[in-house]
């Protein structure tokens, strides 16, 4: 029986899916399976995975499911104690499964999440930098909670990649990925599991290498629903926060936060797949910001930025023009603003 099961999703990544393998592959750790799910790849993907001769991998050859599905299909199939996340355009480094087991294991806890380096090409070029927080070990579930609220901002908390897992807790407690949505369910998958934690390694040690590229990443499309859907990790955060008994005034950040997430929709309005005309683009923004008064009314103890970015949601035509310079920022330096 492998104590761990990695699961990787693969779709069209012909490019990086050799790297991803032989990463996972040459772990100083070597008790795992590898799945390995290709999710209807129409590239040679499929055919570089089966050119791989390892008895720990298991290969699942798939019609187009969409990453959550093809995730929960590997967490169906998984064998091991533990379960880790990798994509399949990402690596990891060769002792990320040897230490995150040792800590989880050594502390009993019921997750481990470590920081992650960012990988962003750019014109064929390549810049890292690293996301982590300060190491903590969160052994209620009060704890657990205000440790969340406080790494919320970027992918510490959202992705799954950076977590080790517990399969039982998964499993006897039907979590999944939502894929009925296409934006933060691997969020949503989270904070379901964390409901059922009572202790939780929030380490500062990176061993994941996220690959973004700035020309085609999904963050940058324009769609309608977003700011709906930002709207829903809201609700499901103030639910596992109300559950994990913080006060209001303790998860009052979470209301800041939702400022932040306000403008990461206005910036995809400057998207070339943005074809809402002028008029358009004013008549979404001063319909959200009505929509969402209350929780921007709740806000407090604002830093300076977001202060101004409060102020500026008076006046949609301003937030136009400041989103449209916070997207130019956004494409020509996303790695500065992932430190």
Same mark, same amino acid.
């Given at each position: 029986?492998?104590?761990?099961?990695?699961?990787?999703?693969?779709?069209?990544?012909?490019?990086?899916?050799?790297?991803?393998?032989?990463?996972?592959?040459?772990?100083?750790?070597?008790?795992?399976?590898?799945?390995?799910?290709?999710?209807?790849?129409?590239?040679?993907?499929?055919?570089?995975?089966?050119?791989?001769?390892?008895?720990?991998?298991?290969?699942?050859?798939?019609?187009?499911?969409?990453?959550?599905?093809?995730?929960?299909?590997?967490?169906?199939?998984?064998?091991?104690?533990?379960?880790?996340?990798?994509?399949?355009?990402?690596?990891?480094?060769?002792?990320?499964?040897?230490?995150?087991?040792?800590?989880?294991?050594?502390?009993?806890?019921?997750?481990?999440?470590?920081?992650?380096?960012?990988?962003?090409?750019?014109?064929?070029?390549?810049?890292?930098?690293?996301?982590?927080?300060?190491?903590?070990?969160?052994?209620?579930?009060?704890?657990?909670?205000?440790?969340?609220?406080?790494?919320?901002?970027?992918?510490?908390?959202?992705?799954?990649?950076?977590?080790?897992?517990?399969?039982?807790?998964?499993?006897?407690?039907?979590?999944?990925?939502?894929?009925?949505?296409?934006?933060?369910?691997?969020?949503?998958?989270?904070?379901?599991? &964390? !409901?059922?934690?009572?202790? @939780?390694?929030?380490?500062? *040690?990176?061993? $994941?290498?996220?690959?973004? =590229?700035?020309? /085609?990443?999904?963050?940058?499309?324009?769609?309608?629903?977003?700011?709906?859907?930002?709207?829903?990790?809201?609700?499901?955060?103030?639910?596992?926060?109300?559950?994990?008994?913080?006060?209001?005034?303790?998860?009052?950040?979470?209301?800041?936060?939702?400022?932040?997430?306000?403008?990461?929709?206005?910036?995809?309005?400057?998207?070339?797949?943005?074809?809402?005309?002028?008029?358009?683009?004013?008549?979404?923004?001063?319909?959200?910001?009505?929509?969402?008064?209350?929780?921007?009314?709740?806000?407090?103890?604002?830093?300076?930025?977001?202060?101004?970015?409060?102020?500026? &949601? !008076?006046?949609?035509?301003? @937030?136009?023009?400041?989103? *449209?310079?916070? $997207?130019?920022?956004?494409? =020509?330096?996303? /790695?500065?603003?992932?430190?």
């Amino acid at each position: 029986m492998p104590k761990i099961s990695v699961i990787v999703p693969v779709y069209n990544t012909e490019n990086y899916i050799g790297r991803c393998i032989d990463s996972i592959l040459n772990q100083s750790f070597s008790n795992f399976e590898l799945i390995l799910i290709n999710d209807g790849s129409n590239d040679r993907s499929s055919e570089i995975i089966k050119n791989y001769e390892d008895n720990r991998i298991v290969f699942i050859d798939n019609n187009n499911n969409g990453v959550s599905e093809t995730r929960n299909i590997g967490i169906k199939a998984a064998k091991g104690e533990y379960i880790q996340f990798v994509d399949s355009d990402d690596f990891i480094d060769k002792d990320m499964l040897k230490d995150t087991l040792k800590l989880l294991e050594d502390s009993n806890a019921d997750c481990v999440m470590t920081g992650l380096y960012l990988d962003i090409e750019q014109d064929s070029k390549i810049s890292t930098s690293t996301q982590t927080f300060e190491y903590f070990e969160a052994e209620n579930k009060k704890d657990i909670a205000l440790n969340v609220l406080a790494r919320m901002g970027g992918t510490y908390i959202n992705s799954p990649i950076n977590k080790l897992y517990k399969r039982n807790i998964i499993i006897e407690n039907n979590i999944f990925m939502d894929k009925s949505i296409d934006l933060g369910e691997d969020f949503l998958f989270n904070l379901m599991y &964390l !409901k059922f934690c009572n202790k @939780v390694i929030f380490s500062d *040690k990176c061993y $994941y290498h996220y690959w973004m =590229k700035i020309e /085609n990443n999904l963050t940058f499309k324009f769609r309608e629903n977003k700011l709906d859907l930002m709207y829903l990790m809201y609700k499901k955060s103030e639910e596992y926060f109300k559950l994990s008994r913080l006060s209001k005034d303790e998860y009052r950040d979470l209301n800041n936060l939702f400022i932040k997430w306000m403008y990461s929709c206005f910036i995809d309005l400057h998207n070339s797949g943005c074809n809402l005309t002028y008029k358009e683009k004013i008549k979404y923004l001063k319909e959200a910001i009505v929509k969402y008064d209350n929780i921007i009314k709740g806000t407090n103890n604002l830093g300076l930025v977001q202060r101004i970015l409060k102020l500026t &949601l !008076k006046y949609p035509s301003i @937030v136009l023009l400041i989103s *449209k310079i916070m $997207y130019t920022i956004k494409v =020509k330096y996303r /790695n500065l603003i992932y430190r």
